[in-house]
């Protein structure tokens, strides 16, 4: 984890097509799939990226209630990392709603989360902060991130 998270940081000579602000399920989502035509920075607050992931709760909506995979994409090469792992994946389970929960252990997510991400070149900022964003005429021009490294 170290290397490619702290790899970036301090480094003035590195561009980025797009920024991501936050490493939860939306964030880690958005940075995995903007890698495949982008260079990506992701920033974190905290010590590691998964969000909510890595309470361990099951992920609702991506399972119908037919019992029906009806999400794909970035969550498909997340299921297959975990699936690698032993016990990583759970599968979807039914509960008293007919609501499908995917459920995945939260260290194989973890673990799944920061393989991705590194195997997609993402660079990842952690115990950083986006604070300010600068915009003018619509578009983002200005950033500003504190972190623990100035
Ligand atoms: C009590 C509760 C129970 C839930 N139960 C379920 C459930 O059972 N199943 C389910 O599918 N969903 C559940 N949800 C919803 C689920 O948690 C969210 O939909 C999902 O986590 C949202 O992902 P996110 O990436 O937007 O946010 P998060 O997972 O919260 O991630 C946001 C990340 O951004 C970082 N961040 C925030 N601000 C900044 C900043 N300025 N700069 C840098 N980083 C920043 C945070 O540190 C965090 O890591 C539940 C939510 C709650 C509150």
Redesign the pocket.
Known sequence: MKDFASGCAGRKDLVYDVIV???????VGAALAASRRSRVLL????STVG???LTG?????AWNSLGEQCVGGVLNDLVAECRQQPDGFIGPVCDWRTVY?LCLSPAALHLAILRLLHACGVHVMLK????RVGAKDGHVVELEVASQDG
């Open positions: 602000a936050g490493g939860g399920a939306a964030g920033v974190e607050t905290e969000g909510d992931l709760m099951p992920i609702y909506g929960g950083s902060t986006l604070t």
